[in-house]
């Protein structure tokens, strides 16, 4: 996805933003609240107070303000409400999810607490795969992430039993494979080797329909035997992000992503960051990258041979 790809919604063209404060949808769904759009449905439904009394389409806040819905409130302006980006390493064995009738292990449940804001996740990943879970305070930003008309990318390491044909790895490519719910076609594909039964492969595709990493195999006859997350979007895995750990992003590194999505956090200052940001804590760990270093990558194989390790792990 590139910057110069993203439409605004029209409300940011309407020609009124000489008039004082942000717009209310705006400002609740930088707050975490949700996405714009579902913003102005709760306005609509006079779900939402500004200073004690009913919202209304179209109405503006301005820094002081107090904002009240689903029994929170913000204060427009204050430091608090500036978006946030966390990184976890999510290991097997976690849901991603606040309620579980069966009481199995959260993600939600490792993450930092929050005073009138909450962690929204990016994506999901199923209950037996690792690696890169995102989180923010931002709907906005996650609904700029997830949203499958911006074609984030999704870069996975799976492990699969057996081992793929040169008429599969081309179908995977070119004509794709047929699922319940429509085809699938990975954008690039990486040959990472393996040993006895197992192979690894690298994949790389722009859409996060559930499963479809091992639906995808599972169609070819080729059991996954475990998956990884290594990348989404501009943002990797950091190799010194221990499974079950955290780590957030710094303010440029947040001004950056939120620069690549088409977004501007007005309450933080843009970072000039170029080159390989890095994670704050001293972990050295590559957080995001230049944005032109994550372009789309035409549809490729690449063989890799060789007993080194890459930073994910994956002997190659």
Known sequence: MKTKDIVLPDEDFSGDEKLPGEKLQKVMAQAGYGSRRMMEEWIAE?????????ATLGMRVVEGDLVKAASRTIRVGERENTARILLYHKPEGEIVSRDDPEKRASVFDKLPRLRNQKWIAIGRLDFN???????????????????????????????????????????VLKDGVELDDGPVKFEKLEDEGGEGFNHWYRVMLKEGRNRIVRRTFDALGLPVSRLMRVRFGIVNLPPRLKRGMTAELGEGEVSQVLDWVGLKNDDQQVGKTQGVSRLPGGTGAASADR?????????????RSGGKKSKTGINR
């Open 129 to 171: 795969t690792s690696g890169l879970l995102i989180f923010t305070t931002s709907g906005e930003l996650a609904n700029r992430l997830m949203h499958p008309r911006f074609e984030v990318e999704r870069e996975y390491a799976v492990r699969v039993q057996g081992t793929m044909t040169e008429e599969q790895m081309s179908q």
């Open 46 to 54: 006079g779900r939402v107070s500004v200073n004690g009394e009913t």
């Open 291 to 303: 944005k032109n270093s994550m372009r789309p990558t035409s549809g490729r194989i690449t063989r």
